[in-house]
């Protein structure tokens, strides 16, 4: 007996859409996130942001990295960084919530002793 075809089977067209979703939203989670892993503290009140920050890094093992880029510790690796971007410009640092403050402290001291003013900290709103 020959059956006709009269209906159009979507099953395997929802589960191959499902899987394309899946993978957006995990690729658009670690595109929004950053490339290095911070574990940011937690804040009540946040800040707008409004124009592109420098964004200073500071993760649990001390590394320092100027917008996603690593920064040598020694021989003034950070004033050498910051060099060619305008003191009016905003920075943000983000600090793992492990950091020592000690760390913390030094990082955000030097970026102000080279005439950064608008120095903030990225925090997790709770």
Known sequence: MD???NQINVIPLVDVMLVLLVIVLTTATF???GQIPVDLAKA???GDKQD???IVTLTADGRLYLNDQPVQEEGGGLRIAMNGHPRESLVVVRA???TILDRFVTVVDEIR???FRQVSLEVVKS
């Open 52 to 54: 592109v920050p420098l």
């Open 3 to 5: 059956r006709e075809l």
């Open 113 to 115: 002793g080279l005439g």
């Open 31 to 33: 595109i929004t996130t």
């Open 44 to 46: 009540k009140e946040s």
């Open 96 to 98: 793992d919530r492990v």
